[in-house]
């Protein structure tokens, strides 16, 4: 097998870069000698991925990552494989590729691949999750932090975009039913978790076709707090101020920007649908 390393070398506040000579140790265990990409921005992600000729692409990184990564190789069979070294790592929680240490994360990446489904939008696809609204401004404020490092940033994002916290006017459209709602966020989910390991629908599920929608209405700062603290175990979904949907696709009517996987994706409004099958991924495990 053909491998090359997809290395984004400012995942994990740029920590990542010191993991590559372990991972590239325990590939040579393996008796592989694999191609480093290392495009210097994500617009050449697809290129380098595309002018590649491994059999499989094993990302060294995180959710924003994977993302790049997902899109250039939906549906062209090759496989993708992922060694977590992120600041959120949901994608990786959510599909039981977290667990372990480094040598069970490259031994993983290099395991049967399982196909998945993937959340597309005009050209553009996605793994994990699409926030707008509250949400969203909270990951683009943690995305441009240095400081605290991990998952206790987003903590931090939160309270600062507190005291912009505002709702706006949604109209969402689904396989069944149309409604318009007040809505401080609204998320458009594949898998679980977003936000570092909080548990916004806790029945998404990359392998059954179906969307699972998580919609936030019109809360106070202090409700807000109250509902992140139960995000984390899901518990939010008992909330007389949060509903949740299915659909195979939805279809937003609001203005705004949008988000996925933690990195910008698109503007409101747009449509999206579930992509069944769509990327190979090595390892998964639902759990």
Same mark, same amino acid.
């Given at each position: 097998?053909?491998? !090359?390393?997809?290395?984004?070398?400012? =995942?994990? !506040?740029?920590?990542?870069?010191?993991?590559?000579?372990?991972?590239?140790?325990?590939?040579?265990?393996?008796?592989?000698?694999?191609?480093?990409?290392?495009?210097?921005?994500?617009?050449?992600?697809?290129?380098?991925?595309?002018?590649?000729? =491994?059999?499989?692409?094993?990302?060294?990184?995180?959710?924003?990552?994977?993302?790049?990564?997902?899109?250039?190789?939906?549906?062209?069979?090759?496989?993708?494989?992922?060694?977590?070294?992120?600041?959120?790592?949901?994608?990786?929680?959510?599909?039981?590729?977290?667990?372990?240490?480094?040598?069970?994360?490259?031994?993983?990446?290099?395991?049967?691949?399982?196909?998945?489904?993937?959340?597309?939008?005009?050209?553009?696809?996605?793994?994990?999750?699409?926030?707008?609204?509250?949400?969203?401004?909270?990951?683009?404020?943690?995305?441009? /932090?240095?400081?605290?490092?991990?998952?206790?940033?987003?903590?931090?994002? *939160?309270? !600062?975009?507190?005291?912009?916290?505002?709702?706006?006017?949604?109209?969402?459209?689904?396989?069944?039913?149309?409604?318009?709602?007040?809505?401080?966020?609204?998320?458009?989910?594949?898998?679980?978790?977003?936000?570092?390991?909080?548990?916004?629908?806790?029945?998404?599920?990359?392998?059954?076709?179906?969307?699972?929608?998580?919609?936030?209405?019109?809360?106070?700062? /202090?409700?807000?707090?109250?509902?992140?603290?139960?995000?984390?175990?899901?518990?939010?979904?008992?909330?007389?101020?949060?509903?949740?949907?299915?659909?195979?696709?939805?279809?937003?009517?609001?203005?705004?920007?949008?988000? !996925?996987?933690?990195?910008?994706?698109?503007?409101?409004?747009? *449509?999206?649908?579930?992509?069944?099958?769509?990327?190979?991924? =090595?390892?998964?495990?639902?759990?």
């Amino acid at each position: 097998m053909k491998v !090359a390393l997809l290395v984004n070398r400012f =995942a994990k !506040a740029g920590r990542a870069n010191n993991y590559l000579e372990l991972v590239l140790r325990r590939l040579k265990f393996h008796g592989l000698s694999p191609d480093i990409l290392s495009p210097s921005s994500t617009d050449e992600v697809q290129k380098e991925i595309s002018e590649s000729i =491994a059999d499989r692409i094993i990302v060294v990184g995180g959710d924003g990552s994977l993302h790049y990564a997902a899109n250039a190789l939906a549906g062209t069979g090759r496989a993708l494989g992922l060694i977590p070294l992120g600041t959120g790592n949901d994608a990786a929680r959510a599909l039981g590729l977290s667990d372990g240490n480094l040598d069970d994360h490259v031994d993983r990446a290099l395991d049967e691949p399982l196909s998945i489904d993937l959340v597309k939008s005009g050209s553009g696809y996605f793994v994990t999750s699409c926030i707008m609204g509250f949400p969203s401004k909270v990951n683009l404020r943690s995305n441009t /932090m240095r400081f605290p490092k991990g998952e206790f940033r987003y903590t931090v994002a *939160t309270l !600062a975009e507190l005291k912009s916290l505002k709702s706006d006017r949604y109209q969402l459209e689904l396989d069944e039913r149309s409604f318009e709602i007040e809505a401080t966020a609204v998320v458009v989910a594949n898998t679980s978790f977003f936000g570092g390991g909080m548990k916004i629908c806790p029945e998404a599920n990359p392998y059954d076709g179906i969307l699972d929608i998580c919609v936030l209405g019109n809360v106070s700062r /202090m409700k807000i707090l109250h509902l992140f603290t139960k995000i984390r175990n899901g518990s939010h979904v008992h909330d007389p101020e949060v509903s949740l949907h299915r659909s195979r696709s939805i279809t937003i009517e609001a203005c705004g920007e949008v988000r !996925a996987d933690g990195e910008s994706f698109k503007s409101l409004p747009l *449509t999206m649908k579930v992509q069944p099958d769509a990327l190979l991924l =090595a390892g998964v495990r639902l759990i």
